[in-house]
């Protein structure tokens, strides 16, 4: 009984289930469809909203293909090969008068203004831009920003245009979908999809970064499209592409709509973009060791100056090489490029205080904010020659180097400044400096934060420090660029 009673009871419960979902079908009714999100089947609604904004660009001019590469900024260094920009220069050639090169860009607002890439219109006596709808207009109206690779175009019309809102690109999340826009390899009109990769991205390719980095796949041609989230807001602008090949290779990065609120409205208004500077060169501290050796307590911020350049607010308020600085007009400074933004949105003119570490000892110095050069950052770093083999080298085995005086003569070959004082490195062997990452040339000026003025006082400085502890120098290269290299023995593992 208790058997037929459990299978009874069973039948009923599924025959009660199955007049739940089986129902409306025996009634002759169509099944009910799940509810799925537009945006997981289809782009439509986006891309409609989306496409009438977007145009091509074409840079035109005698020799302006030239002209933008003689004049793009090297920015300290050189682009990194991997690195393109995605751009299309065109059918060059030995043609008199060359083409110039293909992009993109988009609407702002509905009287005619374009943003796009600087090394889109850069050079260009003059740039025909393309609408959705086939309508060209040609413009000689153009203002960027080399230092974020940000320009605007302003074309005049009869009626208004469609135009893109920025969104908010610090809102956006790694996995969120966005598309990309543009006209890669001149095929106007072309959208892909992606996710964003990874944020915050800093490749040393233009002065001020902040790279959103996507999957979405973007080629030659797609230079200064929209980068847009499913709300159809525009939250990056395509600025170039990592790959080995010179196609997409997956790795994608758009200038963060954050950056472009700022630099636009200046352009827009001026023409060209104010920044206050320090004029400083300065690198992020990652190391927990060297933190401590430079008088940083654990978790406190700080940035290592490399390099104070001549003739700036930082050199007259008497910041040098291998300060750490720690905050600035009352803001902590965790890294370099916090440091880069701060400085750049302060009014030119205000004086504010900077505090830092020097030789672990704490001190405060007032900077008055100038206005930053144009040229600023732009220049080439020049490559050193080589050191001849010196017979009089000091040998340091301890830590597998050859060190030589800093002489008149290296000075001139190398490119230091005559007032320097240290031992150069001049042969780098097996040993903690080479796992360390110092090169032959390096320069070194204090160990332990004590001076060195030759080969001889870096041997013996070296002669009476612990290894196991961990040696601090302080070393410089021929460029101008601080540093601090913390050499440490590796310590033994236990049985």
Same mark, same amino acid.
């Given at each position: 009984?208790?058997?037929?009673?459990?299978?009874?009871?069973?039948?009923?419960?599924?025959?009660?289930?199955?007049?739940?979902?089986?129902?409306?079908?025996? &009634?002759?009714?169509?099944?009910?469809?799940?509810?799925? *999100?537009?945006?997981?089947?289809?782009?439509?609604?986006?891309?409609?909203?989306?496409?009438?904004?977007?145009?091509?660009?074409?840079?035109?001019?005698?020799?302006?293909? &030239?002209?933008?590469?003689?004049?793009?900024?090297?920015?300290?260094?050189?682009? *990194?090969?991997?690195?393109?920009?995605?751009?299309?220069?065109?059918?060059?050639?030995?043609?008199?008068?060359?083409?110039?090169?293909?992009?993109?860009?988009?609407?702002?607002?509905?009287?005619?203004?374009?943003?796009?890439?600087?090394?889109?219109? !850069? %050079?260009?006596?003059?740039?025909?831009?393309?609408?959705?709808?086939?309508?060209?207009?040609?413009?000689? !109206?153009?203002?960027?920003?080399?230092?974020?690779?940000?320009?605007?175009?302003?074309?005049?019309?009869?009626?208004?245009?469609?135009?893109?809102?920025?969104?908010?690109?610090? @809102?956006?999340?790694?996995?969120?979908?966005?598309?990309?826009?543009?006209?890669?390899?001149?095929?106007?009109?072309?959208?892909?999809?992606?996710?964003?990769? @990874?944020?915050?991205?800093?490749?040393?390719?233009?002065?001020?970064?902040?790279?959103?980095?996507?999957?979405?796949?973007?080629?030659?041609?797609?230079?200064?499209?929209?980068?847009?989230?499913?709300?159809?807001?525009?939250?990056?602008?395509?600025?170039?592409?990592?790959?080995?090949?010179?196609?997409?290779?997956?790795?994608?990065?758009?200038?963060?709509?954050?950056?472009?609120?700022?630099?636009?409205?200046?352009?827009?208004? !001026?023409?060209?973009?104010?920044?206050?500077?320090?004029?400083?060169?300065?690198?992020?501290?990652?190391?927990?060791?060297?933190?401590?050796?430079?008088?940083?307590? &654990?978790?406190?911020? %700080?940035?290592?100056?490399?390099?104070?350049?001549?003739?700036?607010? %930082?050199?007259?308020?008497?910041?040098?090489?291998?300060?750490?600085?720690?905050?600035?007009?009352?803001?902590?400074?965790?890294?370099?490029?916090?440091?880069?933004?701060?400085?750049?949105?302060?009014?030119? %003119?205000?004086?504010?205080?900077?505090? @830092?570490?020097? !030789?672990?000892?704490?001190?405060?110095?007032?900077?008055?904010?100038?206005?930053?050069? $144009?040229?600023?950052?732009?220049?080439?770093?020049?490559?050193? $020659?080589?050191?001849?083999?010196?017979?009089?080298?000091?040998?340091?085995?301890?830590?597998?180097?050859?060190?030589?005086?800093?002489?008149?003569?290296?000075?001139?070959?190398?490119?230091?400044?005559?007032?320097?004082?240290?031992?150069?490195?001049?042969?780098?062997?097996?040993?903690?400096?080479?796992?360390?990452?110092? $090169?032959?040339?390096?320069?070194?000026?204090?160990?332990?934060?004590?001076?060195?003025?030759?080969?001889?006082?870096?041997?013996?400085?070296?002669?009476?420090?612990?290894?196991?502890?961990?040696?601090?120098?302080?070393?410089?290269?021929?460029?101008?660029?601080?540093?601090?290299?913390?050499?440490?023995?590796? &310590?033994?593992?236990?049985?």
């Amino acid at each position: 009984m208790i058997r037929i009673s459990i299978v009874v009871c069973c039948l009923a419960l599924g025959a009660a289930v199955g007049a739940f979902f089986a129902g409306p079908l025996l &009634q002759g009714q169509a099944p009910v469809a799940p509810a799925i *999100p537009n945006e997981l089947t289809s782009y439509r609604d986006i891309v409609k909203k989306v496409l009438p904004a977007v145009v091509s660009i074409d840079s035109r001019g005698r020799g302006a293909a &030239q002209e933008r590469r003689r004049m793009r900024p090297q920015f300290d260094g050189q682009i *990194p090969e991997e690195f393109r920009r995605f751009f299309d220069f065109g059918d060059e050639g030995d043609a008199p008068e060359p083409r110039g090169g293909f992009g993109s860009g988009f609407l702002v607002d509905a009287k005619g203004v374009i943003l796009t890439n600087h090394h889109v219109v !850069d %050079g260009a006596a003059q740039v025909v831009v393309q609408l959705s709808d086939g309508r060209k207009f040609t413009s000689k !109206d153009v203002k960027s920003d080399e230092k974020t690779d940000l320009a605007i175009v302003r074309i005049e019309a009869l009626a208004p245009l469609p135009f893109l809102e920025l969104g908010d690109s610090t @809102a956006m999340q790694i996995g969120d979908r966005v598309l990309a826009v543009g006209s890669p390899f001149g095929l106007t009109g072309t959208v892909t999809h992606g996710i964003i990769s @990874a944020k915050g991205r800093s490749l040393q390719l233009n002065m001020y970064e902040d790279f959103l980095q996507t999957d979405a796949a973007i080629n030659p041609g797609n230079s200064g499209g929209p980068l847009v989230s499913l709300d159809g807001k525009v939250i990056g602008i395509n600025a170039a592409i990592k790959s080995r090949s010179g196609g997409w290779q997956g790795v994608g990065l758009a200038i963060s709509s954050d950056i472009v609120k700022n630099v636009m409205p200046q352009l827009l208004k !001026d023409g060209v973009v104010r920044r206050g500077y320090l004029g400083v060169q300065v690198k992020d501290i990652t190391e927990p060791d060297l933190a401590s050796r430079l008088g940083l307590k &654990q978790g406190e911020p %700080g940035v290592m100056v490399t390099r104070v350049f001549e003739d700036t607010p %930082g050199e007259r308020a008497g910041l040098k090489d291998g300060d750490v600085l720690t905050s600035l007009d009352g803001k902590p400074i965790h890294d370099g490029h916090e440091l880069q933004i701060l400085v750049a949105r302060l009014p030119v %003119g205000k004086t504010v205080e900077v505090n @830092a570490l020097r !030789d672990g000892q704490a001190k405060r110095f007032q900077v008055k904010i100038e206005e930053q050069p $144009r040229r600023f950052g732009t220049t080439r770093v020049p490559t050193p $020659r080589r050191i001849e083999r010196d017979p009089d080298a000091v040998s340091i085995d301890k830590i597998g180097v050859e060190a030589v005086d800093l002489t008149p003569e290296i000075v001139d070959r190398l490119g230091f400044k005559e007032q320097k004082r240290g031992a150069v490195l001049s042969r780098i062997h097996d040993g903690l400096a080479a796992d360390a990452g110092l $090169r032959a040339g390096t320069l070194v000026t204090k160990v332990d934060r004590k001076t060195i003025h030759s080969a001889k006082e870096l041997r013996d400085a070296l002669a009476d420090a612990s290894l196991e502890k961990g040696v601090l120098l302080q070393v410089e290269t021929p460029q101008g660029g601080a540093n601090y290299v913390l050499l440490k023995a590796p &310590q033994s593992g236990k049985p």
